[in-house]
Nanobody, 124 residues
């Protein structure tokens, strides 16, 4: 299983970025997909999760109204649209997969698979 995150970069505060995570080696539509992030010296924070069907999602409080998670099961890809970026959004962002049989939508997982990270740097 591979989860390949991309789309990170340097952006000014108030700007936008869209992260993508392309999955392979698994039946993508069987997995809830999540995004988490880790800033230097801080614990990992679970940011967003979307149900395998795309019918529901959840977000951590600090990104609600600014970030949107979506997925395209035909492309085996999950996205994280990030708007109104703030300095505190600077982190390495990771995507993860959780099989639907584990139960209800859960922002904090546990997750079955993790991808490598993509760095997002927000400058003020």
């Amino acid at each position: 299983v591979q989860l390949q995150a991309s789309g990170g970069g340097l952006v000014q505060a108030g700007g936008s970025l869209r992260l993508s995570c392309a999955a392979s080696g698994l039946t993508f539509s069987n997995y809830d997909m999540g995004w988490s992030r880790q800033a230097p010296g801080k614990e990992r924070e679970f940011v967003a999760v979307i149900r395998w069907s795309g019918a529901s999602s959840d977000y951590t409080h600090s990104v609600k109204g600014r970030f949107t998670i979506s997925r395209d099961n035909a492309k085996n890809t999950v996205y994280l649209q990030m708007n109104s970026l703030k300095d505190e959004d600077t982190a390495v962002y990771y995507c993860a997969a959780r099989h639907y049989s584990r139960g209800n939508l859960s922002l904090r997982g546990p997750y079955d698979y993790w991808g490598q990270g993509t760095l997002v740097t927000v400058s003020s």
